[in-house]
């Protein structure tokens, strides 16, 4: 009889196990479905306290440096955690400005237009010009990245539609669109793009090094904060005034009427924390190949680059940037995230959702390949170029001049190298 009580005890005892066992799995179950629908959500419609790139990106891609700040590579995740609070929140999508950046006509050719005779000075490139390639390069953006991919490109098709004549006609130098004039192009005989990058990100990349590196001045809160105060008419909503074509009124005129103009006049805008998206994305939309849109790191944080004073102190330390407590509450506040950068906020953020577009509309499966395929051709143009890349200033902070390999001041560095490469079969890309 205790044997049988216990053999009972034992049944009883097996079967309460079992029970909180499935009721575990279920609860388990119910949690990860509740997280898919939230992660889901988020990306179609994500509330005003949801970071910057995490809800736009198809994936995170382990992008080489492209930038010529050096703010994000060669910070630890803590420190980008940490920054990440004070960083650009993003509002309801649906409400924003946005567009699908279309593929260059099939009925038009290449807009590789003449060169003009000493294109390579500051005063052409910063001269107006209705027709060729034009970039309205904004600063600390990794521009410099770009730049040089354009550079190869422009000579890569001009050697092959005006053979012997020079590049094709080109605007790479930091202008606004309107300086240049850029409302009257030819829209048949040019195409016009940007970079840009998360406001913020680019204002502390902007202070460490115009002030930090090049001015020599101590980061502290006071310095760090009475820089942008000062210079509220630069700062506030730079990209917005940069890259608009035709007089604006930021005070008075609805904000997202000028960001869809300014989308409406572009051929494309890529994204600097989704470089090689973007690349990818240029790349179908103009008919290139991956070898037109390589590249190597330009200017990071941790090395040299040329500073304002060639000829006493050509070579300046890039100081790697940081915030203090002080830094984290001044971009936290409502002044710089509504009157600095509000505009700005509208226009990143419209710029990723068109970028999101575009993706989905050639095809998401087809672009996340084409980005693999690109990232290992990247890692083998690495891997072949990194011994034969010789910027202005060397590692060591020493200036080489002429002895660099770059094409123009310190771009396109990498073009003799890369445009010599053959990719790989094993990648299965074809030159």
Known sequence: MVKLDRKRKGKFNNAWLKILLVGIIFMWRLWITRSEKQDKADIQDPTGKKKATASYSMRHHKTPSSDDSG???DQSHKEEEEE????SERKDLSSLPQITWQAWPTNLAFPCEKIEKGWRSALVQRSPADTGLMFVR???????TLSGILLRLAHRKGELMRPKKGPCRMRIDHSSARQMKYVNRDKTKSFMISLLRDPTKRAISHYFHFKVSQEKEDPVDD???SYFKNRRKIFANYYTKDLTTRPIDLDNEDHSKIVQDILAQYNFIAITERMNESLVVFKM???LSFKDILYTS???SGSFTTG???ENSPCIYLVPSFLTDGMKEFFASDDWQQEYIGADNMLYTAAIQSLDNTIDSLGRKEVERQVKIFEEALDYAHQQCVDQVFYRCNAKGQFIGKASSCYLWDIGCDHACLSSISLRKDIEILN
Do not use: C, H
């Open 298 to 300: 330009a200017k990071t």
């Open 138 to 144: 904004e600063m600390k953006t990794g521009s410099s």
């Open 71 to 73: 703010t994000e590579e």
């Open 285 to 287: 939309l103009f008919d």
């Open 308 to 310: 304002p004073d060639v």
């Open 223 to 225: 310095n760090f904060q």
């Open 84 to 87: 990440e609070s004070v960083f």
